[in-house]
Antibody, heavy 121, light 104 residues
Framework: QVQLQESGPGLVKPSQTLSLTCTVS??????????WSWIRQPAGKGLEWIGR???????NYNPSLKSRVTISVDTSKNQFSLKLSSVTAADTAVYYC?????????????WGQGTLVTVSS | EIVLTQSPGTLSLSPGERATLSCRAS???????LAWYQQKPGQAPRLLIY???SRATGIPDRFSGSGSGTDFTLTISRLEPEDFAVYYC?????FGQGTKLEIK
């Protein structure tokens, strides 16, 4: 079965760029016509969808974050990545990667375990 | 932009009781895009229900979903100790704020 695992720095300085990678195992990222999403959750708060990518490279972003977000895919490594620029303390959250349905937006399953990113100097 | 409002914010029940969780959309949505998730402390959300009423793989049949239009419901027929968690509804890219199901 497909499993996802996030990786990347746990601490990022304000104004810098947050970079995370999601590695997909147990199946090819290119099979099944699925999309692949990033979702975040500040401590004690709800879930916020950040954006998604298809293996063709086509992307959709949350309008509230669009100016700062870039999601890319590397099918040879079975990975997709998130970059969030100009971070502030408000970007401190647990970041999850998840498989998105096809068509996208029906459901997210499975999810990675999540990685905490703290924005602090 | 669609807003999902979940109620109640917190639900206190005992094991064996029936739980009914509500998710109301600010405008009519396609049932195909309505999903429910369970999240336990320190864990990622787990898909329970998709398409408003279809159980995800491996989800016990005590979990059921219903509804259409703007009103959707997640029902847990008989609460097990492991069911106490936070539950989120999702429509497309929007999540509700969650309902915490706690032990009474």
């Amino acid at each position: 079965q497909v499993q996802l695992q996030e990786s990347g720095p746990g601490l990022v300085k304000p104004s810098q760029t947050l970079s995370l990678t999601c590695t997909v195992s147990g199946g090819s990222i290119s099979s099944g016509s699925y999309y692949w999403s990033w979702i975040r959750q500040p401590a004690g708060k709800g879930l916020e969808w950040i954006g998604r990518i298809y293996t063709s490279g086509s992307t959709n972003y949350n309008p509230s974050l669009k100016s700062r977000v870039t999601i890319s895919v590397d099918t040879s490594k079975n990975q997709f990545s998130l970059k969030l620029s100009s971070v502030t303390a408000a970007d401190t959250a647990v970041y999850y990667c998840a498989r998105d349905s096809s068509p996208p937006g029906f459901w997210f399953d499975p999810w990675g375990q999540g990685t905490l990113v703290t924005v602090s100097s | 932009e669609i807003v999902l409002t979940q109620s109640p914010g917190t639900l206190s029940l005992s094991p064996g009781e029936r739980a009914t969780l509500s998710c109301r959309a600010s405008q009519s949505v396609s049932s195909s895009y309505l999903a429910w998730y369970q999240q336990k402390p320190g864990q990622a959300p787990r898909l329970l229900i998709y398409g408003a009423s279809s159980r995800a793989t491996g989800i016990p049949d005590r979990f059921s979903g219903s509804g259409s239009g703007t009103d959707f419901t997640l029902t847990i027929s008989r609460l097990e100790p492991e069911d106490f968690a936070v539950y989120y509804c999702q429509q497309s890219e929007t999540f509700g704020q969650g309902t915490k199901l706690e032990i009474k």
